[in-house]
């Protein structure tokens, strides 16, 4: 039996739960792959299992950083290298999630940036896009590395900023200056991909929305607004929180916004598929 299983697909077709069944039967820890289960206090709209739904399970990679603070797949990368050296060395470990950039560093290795970071510069280039706007920032970077704007939205004002930063403190673009770290997971592994009919899976998003909003995400967002969360932070911009929102600030009505919810949920789950059919060797499954 492989040391590592992976258990990856679109949201909401039934990921957390099936690691947890699996996790029982092989006495193993689970580990998140989902790049917004890291920020603390975002519980309902991320989907984050309940202690109760764990069922006595350890999960890791979850509740790490406040949602004011970034958080790269270099940090997540290095987050798990250690659990795998230290608390969880030799033991069965499953990886659950549809974070598709976090399966790719841990299945492929990371490409880590040559240069250093540079706060000042951060904090010009973050006040630059509150001024200007995020997409007057990243005109700014097409217009200096043309292959990272295309790869890069524009809304994703981290990724941008970095782009914008290694260009400004070496003079040459992020991807010429990359390179590539082995695989911390080695050969070991098992995948296990998991899928639904499409209409069973919008049908299930649909009312998983739905959820959300009885369980309190309105709620959950001005919490987060309180606590000095703004649109810019990385964090605000998943489906859900943008929304809300948005609906908050009176760019529309709720009913609106969940309707955004749900088409943006939907088309998320369909760049997960494209994304995982491009993995190999993965055992699709009927969850």
Same mark, same amino acid.
């Given at each position: 039996?492989?040391?590592?299983?992976?258990?990856?697909?679109?949201?909401g077709?039934?990921?957390? %739960?099936?690691?947890?069944?699996?996790?029982? /039967?092989?006495?193993? $820890?689970?580990?998140?792959?989902?790049?917004l289960?890291? !920020? =603390?206090? #975002?519980?309902? @709209?991320?989907?984050?299992?309940?202690m109760?739904?764990?069922?006595?399970? *350890?999960?890791?990679?979850?509740?790490?950083? %406040?949602?004011?603070? /970034?958080?790269?797949? $270099?940090? &997540?990368?290095?987050?798990?290298?250690?659990?795998?050296?230290?608390?969880?060395?030799?033991?069965?470990?499953?990886?659950?999630?549809?974070?598709?950039?976090? !399966?790719?560093?841990?299945? =492929?290795?990371?490409?880590? *940036?040559?240069?250093?970071?540079?706060?000042?510069?951060?904090?010009?280039?973050?006040?630059?896009?509150?001024?200007?706007?995020? /997409?007057?920032?990243?005109?700014?970077?097409?217009?200096?590395?043309?292959?990272?704007?295309?790869?890069? +939205?524009?809304?994703d004002?981290?990724?941008?900023?970095?782009?914008? %930063?290694?260009y400004?403190?070496?003079?040459?673009?992020?991807?010429?200056?990359?390179?590539?770290? *082995?695989?911390?997971?080695?050969?070991? !592994?098992?995948?296990? @991909?998991?899928?639904?009919?499409? *209409?069973?899976?919008?049908?299930?998003?649909?009312?998983?929305?739905?959820?959300?909003?009885?369980?309190?995400?309105?709620?959950?967002?001005? @919490?987060?607004?309180?606590?000095?969360?703004?649109?810019?932070?990385?964090? #605000?911009?998943?489906?859900?929180?943008k929304?809300?929102? $948005? +609906?908050?600030? @009176?760019? &529309?009505?709720?009913?609106?916004?969940?309707?955004?919810?749900?088409?943006?949920?939907?088309?998320?789950?369909?760049?997960?598929?494209?994304?995982?059919?491009?993995?190999?060797?993965?055992?699709?499954?009927?969850?």
């Amino acid at each position: 039996m492989s040391t590592s299983t992976l258990i990856l697909g679109p949201t909401g077709v039934g990921k957390s %739960e099936y690691a947890v069944r699996l996790a029982l /039967e092989q006495n193993a $820890a689970i580990v998140s792959v989902d790049a917004l289960q890291v !920020y =603390k206090k #975002m519980n309902i @709209g991320t989907a984050k299992l309940s202690m109760a739904q764990r069922q006595g399970v *350890p999960h890791y990679a979850i509740d790490l950083v %406040e949602p004011t603070q /970034e958080f790269s797949v $270099a940090d &997540y990368v290095r987050y798990v290298e250690n659990l795998l050296r230290g608390e969880l060395a030799g033991r069965r470990v499953i990886f659950c999630g549809g974070t598709g950039f976090y !399966y790719n560093a841990l299945l =492929k290795g990371l490409g880590l *940036p040559l240069a250093a970071k540079d706060e000042a510069l951060r904090q010009k280039l973050r006040k630059q896009a509150e001024e200007k706007g995020r /997409e007057w920032l990243w005109r700014e970077l097409q217009k200096v590395d043309e292959p990272s704007a295309a790869k890069i +939205h524009a809304h994703d004002v981290f990724r941008v900023i970095r782009a914008l %930063e290694v260009y400004a403190l070496t003079g040459r673009k992020i991807s010429a200056q990359q390179r590539r770290k *082995p695989s911390i997971l080695g050969t070991d !592994y098992r995948l296990i @991909g998991l899928t639904l009919p499409r *209409p069973e899976l919008y049908a299930r998003l649909d009312r998983r929305v739905e959820a959300m909003l009885e369980h309190g995400l309105v709620a959950e967002v001005k @919490g987060l607004l309180a606590l000095g969360c703004t649109a810019e932070l990385s964090s #605000m911009q998943a489906i859900g929180y943008k929304e809300i929102i $948005a +609906h908050l600030r @009176g760019d &529309y009505a709720l009913d609106a916004a969940v309707a955004a919810i749900k088409q943006k949920t939907r088309n998320f789950a369909k760049r997960q598929y494209t994304w995982f059919r491009a993995f190999q060797d993965v055992e699709w499954r009927v969850n």
